[in-house]
């Protein structure tokens, strides 16, 4: 990872995105915005681009479901992987490069337009890539998408000029690489395919620590860190949809109230706490150069794979008790649990400890993740167990953060004085 400081800010007034009223025609220069702009909060766009992703989301996560209560976990896992990093990685690359470049005239908005169409395609092809393992449609709709983001790399180069051209002109060119590297999908055997999925995703990720390298892009701290929360809540709130279907469903045709109601409870109570310990901690404030905010961001994609994961995990758990899913009770119930401990863990190591004081603190979240894993082990009760452990984790870090501290470790950024648990 490159850790180049943060480029000067660029005067708010020069920017395209909040230039002065005679700059506000239809097509405007996609001239870098200002990291002091005060404000700076998701557009409308930006929310709208998020909701169409959600809907990719949701599929990977139904056909996740069946092949977990199909009896097919790991391969089921290693699809949803995949299809996932795809609709993480196009979501990423426009969210930074938005927060960059954003000027919002009629050319920036139809292009990503396009990008929405792109994922909605994908989306259509996720049912395939699971049961027959066919990528075609999946490639065709990340195509769309890679294409729109290389012409808005593509506009701003032509703006650009010197070390910042440059950046834009490597962005460019490594996206289209990768894309035709992608085509090993389509023609490899379907042994071979998994490596070459991981070789590939991790050439996707050099390139924009390699394009950044002298000249880092003016993407806003504390839009970035609104753009993943708002994320992570759209997330939440499918995982809470789809968990609500399946108990329903579960209700309506099989009559299992009884047996529902502590996976209801549970779930409910995980995603509650997945939720609190997200927002408790004020991230823009460590995101201070480009190696912390890349890692931090990439991080994000087992931060959202696993939140998304949790909700496929109730379903599973519901259809197992009414009896429509063929596997253990054990296996559902770590369809549950094993995504809300990498969750816990992957927040802890991103966003909890850079803002801990102490040892106890420390281990809120790590002792929480282990003893979800424990739950596993209770039978039916298991997902209510768990929901119960992470509620009770949010209690101690409420606890431990009211109590004073002698010595604390004083968060990076402005907001050193705000709420540090759980």
């Known amino acids: ?146 294409l729109a983001m290389v012409a808005q790399w593509l506009r701003a180069a032509r703006t650009a000029e010197g070390p910042e051209r ?41 390139v924009p620590p390699l394009a950044e390298k002298g000249h880092p892009t003016s993407w806003h701290p504390r839009h970035i860190a609104e753009r993943y929360g708002l994320f992570t809540i759209i997330v939440l709130g499918e995982t809470i949809a789809a968990a609500t279907v399946a108990v329903k469903s579960g209700i309506d045709e099989n009559d299992a109230l009884g047996e529902l109601l502590p996976i209801a409870a549970g779930g409910l109570l995980i995603i509650f706490a997945a939720w609190w310990v997200y927002f408790v901690v004020p991230i823009h404030g460590h995101l201070r150069s480009n190696r912390q905010a890349f890692l931090w961001g ?9 939140a998304a994961a949790i909700g496929a995990g109730l379903e599973v758990a ?28 992957t927040l802890w190591a991103l966003h909890s400890r850079h803002f801990k004081a102490g040892i106890a603190q420390q281990l809120v979240l790590p002792s929480t993740a282990l003893l979800v894993i424990c739950c596993t082990f209770l039978g039916d009760w298991a997902v209510f167990a768990a929901g119960v452990v992470c509620a009770l984790s949010v209690v101690a870090g409420e606890t431990l953060a009211a109590r004073p501290v002698r010595s ?15």
């Open 166 to 206: 440059t950046t834009a002109l490597r962005y460019a060119g490594g996206v289209l690489a990768c894309q035709v590297g992608w085509l090993g999908l389509l023609f490899l055997p379907e042994g071979a395919r998994p490596w070459w999925f991981l070789a590939m995703a991790l050439l996707e990720m050099c």
């Open 318 to 345: 519901v259809e197992q008790t009414v009896g429509e899913a063929h596997i253990s009770t054990l296996a559902a119930s770590a369809a549950v649990t094993l995504p809300t401990a990498l969750y816990l863990l």
């Open 1 to 146: 990872m490159t850790s180049s400081p943060a480029p000067p800010p660029v005067p708010s007034g020069a920017t395209g995105g909040s230039g002065s009223p005679g700059d506000r025609g239809p097509l405007r220069r996609l001239r870098a915005r200002g990291r002091d702009e005060t404000h700076r909060a998701a557009s409308p766009l930006e929310l709208f681009f998020d909701l169409c992703f959600v809907v990719a989301v949701a599929q990977a996560g139904t056909e996740l479901v069946h092949s977990v209560a199909g009896g097919h976990a790991g391969e089921g896992i290693l699809d949803y992987a995949m299809v996932f990093f795809a609709l993480w990685w196009a979501w990423m690359n426009f969210t930074w490069f938005a927060s960059a470049y954003d000027n919002d005239d009629v050319l920036y908005r139809v292009v990503t337009l396009v990008q929405i169409a792109g994922v909605l395609v994908l989306a259509a092809g996720v049912s395939r890539a699971f049961e027959e393992h066919e990528f075609l449609v999946v490639w065709l709709g990340y195509l769309i998408m890679r």
């Open 298 to 306: 990439y991080g994000h994609y087992l931060v959202f794979a696993s």
């Open 408 to 422: 604390p470790i004083a968060p990076a950024g402005p907001t050193a004085g705000q709420h540090w648990a759980p």
